[in-house]
């Protein structure tokens, strides 16, 4: 397990943990037998793990990082933009920052 998958699973069982559903929804991409790429799966940026909030439904995207990667600016301008619809985004580097971003809101 690369470090970066360890963060992730450590933060979908601390999200768990508080009553959070976290969601992990992967991409997929194949050719067809002419060449043509299929992508299925979410837009490019979108963030590793998506959670609902426990009592209000609202919505959590957390980008995982580990030191010393640094998101995308896909990465960085989905995360804007799913704030300004109101949920709850951003990168963490470990689970405190992800405490962090979680008691902002």
Do not use: H, W
Request: proline fraction near 7%; charged fraction near 25%.
């Amino acid at each position: 397990m690369t470090p970066e998958s360890r963060l992730k699973a450590q933060v979908e069982l601390y999200l768990s943990e508080l009553g959070y559903i976290p969601l992990r929804l992967n991409v997929f991409q194949a050719f067809t037998r002419d060449g043509v790429p299929i992508r299925t799966g979410l837009p490019k940026g979108c963030s590793d793990i998506i959670a609902i909030q426990p009592g209000t439904g609202r919505a959590v995207f957390v980008e995982t990082k580990v030191r010393p990667r640094k998101p995308t600016s896909e990465q960085l301008n989905f995360i804007e933009v799913m704030r300004k619809q109101g949920a709850i985004a951003g990168v963490v580097y470990s689970i405190d920052e992800l405490k962090i971003l979680l008691n902002k809101c």
